[in-house]
């Protein structure tokens, strides 16, 4: 007998569930028991298609590492018996929950697609309903028996983008995310053209799924006048392990004294601090210029090309593993799940 293509869709929260209530026009999340009468569609596709809906649904501002590890223990529990995920979450913060669930789940041989919607499923004019009906087509879609995207992704708008990769750039466009470092994983209209050069490949290995994530991680954004008290503060935060320096183009910093000392001396207490660029194209490159030298000699990291999405979570995750920080030091130099080009 062949088996049915089963999809788990699971809806965290966000625009996409939302429709209007009757009385009142106010939007409101609706009963996901009724989604075949939202979008009558879904019955066309001859599969199995099962539901697990977040109790109580969330706005994405409020997602946390709790819910994402939560997420993870969702996809253990359910990982033999489906053959993909669609996750349905608010596109504010997807990218840092679909970057944080491509570190949470190792050896990852089955598609988990990250979708939503900037106009909620009861809207007329909704991008969701397209959104939701691909993404369950890629989270389906094999090749002689092996999922085509057998990893975390993001589909949005025709996009099919490395979770990882991906950012909110735009809040009003269907268009909302981008993938400034990595083409598409496909690209989508009439048909969709998988980019299988890129699309990591399966390992065949267990999964393995990590249930710890540290949160003594901060985003520090540099800006032109930043000020001293500013950052000596900053490093003041009790419990701080890692930072996320975005700093200028390609990876440059004030050359200030105090600036360089405050660093140093953060690093020397023992905080890990990895530099990003603030630009959504584009790498760190320790050494270009002279402001990036000093950061390199301070034992600031280079991130190279990955998003302050997938740094944040990578950090959280390292630091959840209760690994050293010199190993912590070193992951972050190694792309473990695509994250980072290394030329
Ligand atoms: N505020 C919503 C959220 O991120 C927006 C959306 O769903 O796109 O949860």
Redesign the pocket.
Known sequence: MIEETSILIIYT????GMIADKETGALVPFNFDNINNQIPELKRFNFTLDFHCFEPIM???NMDPVVWIELGQIIKKNYEDYDGFVILH????MAYTASAMSFILENLNKPVVFT???LPLGVLRTDGRENLITSIEIAAAKDDDTPIVPEVCVYFENHLMRANRSTKYNAENFNAFVSGNLPLLADVGIYIKYNRNIILKPNFKKLKVHEKMVTGVAVLKLFPGISKEFIIAFFKIVGLKGVVMESFGSGNAPSEPWFVNAIEEAIDLGVVILNVTQCITGAVEHGKYETSVLLEKAGVIGGGDITTEAALTKLMYLFGKGIEREDVAKLLRKSLRGELTIN
């Open positions: 929260g966000g625009t996409i706005d994405s501002s608010g596109s504010d913060t939503g919607s900037q």
